[in-house]
């Protein structure tokens, strides 16, 4: 299975309903993984798993407020977040 990191401004309209699936009341503390990355930067994330890949979200205000406000009725979906354009891979470290 591959594993990712990504950042809130990369996340998918489809990855951000997932993560509002796995948390629905939104994430807490016990929730929220830390680690270091290869930079030496602490990193704080959430997880959510697709069939063949683990993603690890970066968490921020704007994730949280997000996961809040979204509306999976919408049609709008494309305009909560961007489609990312390349992702982390950690498979490789």
């Excluded at 990504?6 to 680690?35: A, C, S, W």
């Amino acid at each position: 299975m591959k594993k990712a990191i990504i950042d809130y401004k990369k996340v998918t309209p489809e990855l951000l309903l997932l993560l509002q699936e796995r948390y629905p009341g939104g994430y807490r503390d016990r929730d929220i993984i830390t680690f270091d990355d290869h930079h030496n930067n602490t990193i704080e994330a959430v997880e959510v798993k697709t069939n063949d890949t683990i993603y690890l979200v970066k968490v921020s205000s704007k994730l949280h407020y997000s996961m809040a406000n979204i509306d999976s009725d919408s049609d709008d979906l494309d305009e909560i977040a961007p489609t990312p354009d390349i992702i982390s891979d950690l498979s490789e470290e």
